[in-house]
């Protein structure tokens, strides 16, 4: 009987794979070297490709970083939808993004830092806009829907970011402070910028808390455990599955 074979991969998947693949050596690389000390040269050995696999796909060092911030972002905040979806309160929706990045940086001084790093991009940083301004509207229809696009509502998400990006510099630089108490007062700057009234700050965070400790976080189409994260003595993150 003749042998089953697989069917030969399209060009298109083809070219997703060999992205991916540049961007799972790449995220391994900017969290245990550095992202400074991370060059094209050392992500195309680790991936095994050619040079011209990674340009034919990234312009750049910051643009692989790009993708894989705002890949990892959009992923989780997918996977959230539906418990934010639930919570009616439009603040949760504005505060959720910046959560997120709060949460990685208080658990690896490693994942602070390339989250500091990313935020000192001005290209990441526009991208952070985009997907933040997305994020919200989904969730928003009855709320200020059009405060965020123009360029007065995206000067204050721009503000928020900025301050998100400062906080993460500090943990990467040795703070020990509780994420939720940082949120505590992340939650009361976005409400102060969104002009959007926050009536208990305690309860809302600790409904954003417990959607952040339900599952692992998803970074270059991998789950990476909340227990490899809290331990940052030298080993890296890890595949869960």
């Not at 298109?12 to 992202?35: C, N, P, Q, T, V």
């Amino acid at each position: 009987m003749p042998l089953n074979r697989a069917a030969p991969k399209s060009m298109d998947e083809r070219r997703e794979e060999s992205r991916r693949k540049i961007m799972e050596a790449a995220m391994d690389l900017f969290y245990h070297k550095g992202y400074k000390d991370t060059t094209t040269r050392d992500i195309i050995k680790k991936a095994g490709i050619l040079n011209g696999s990674l340009y034919n796909r990234f312009r750049s060092k910051e643009d692989i970083l790009l993708s894989i911030i705002s890949d990892a972002m959009v992923d989780f905040l997918s996977e959230a939808e539906r418990l934010i979806a639930e919570d009616r309160d439009p603040m949760m929706a504005f505060a959720f993004p910046v959560s997120v990045e709060l949460y990685l940086a208080s658990l690896s001084n490693r994942m602070a830092a390339l989250i500091y790093d990313a935020h000192c991009s001005w290209v990441a940083v526009n991208e952070y806009v985009n997907i933040y301004g997305e994020w919200i509207k989904k969730f928003l229809s009855a709320y200020h829907r059009d405060a965020i696009d123009d360029e007065r509502g995206r000067m204050k998400i721009i503000a928020i970011i900025g301050a998100v990006g400062n906080v993460c510099g500090y943990y990467a630089n040795g703070m020990k402070e509780d994420y939720k108490a940082v949120l505590s007062q992340m939650i009361k700057m976005v409400s102060t910028a969104m002009e959007l009234p926050v009536f208990d700050v305690g309860a809302l965070v600790s409904r954003i808390s417990y959607v952040l400790e339900s599952g692992d976080m998803v970074i270059c189409g991998r789950r990476i455990s909340y227990d490899a994260l809290r331990e940052d003595c030298g080993d890296g993150p890890s595949d869960k599955d």
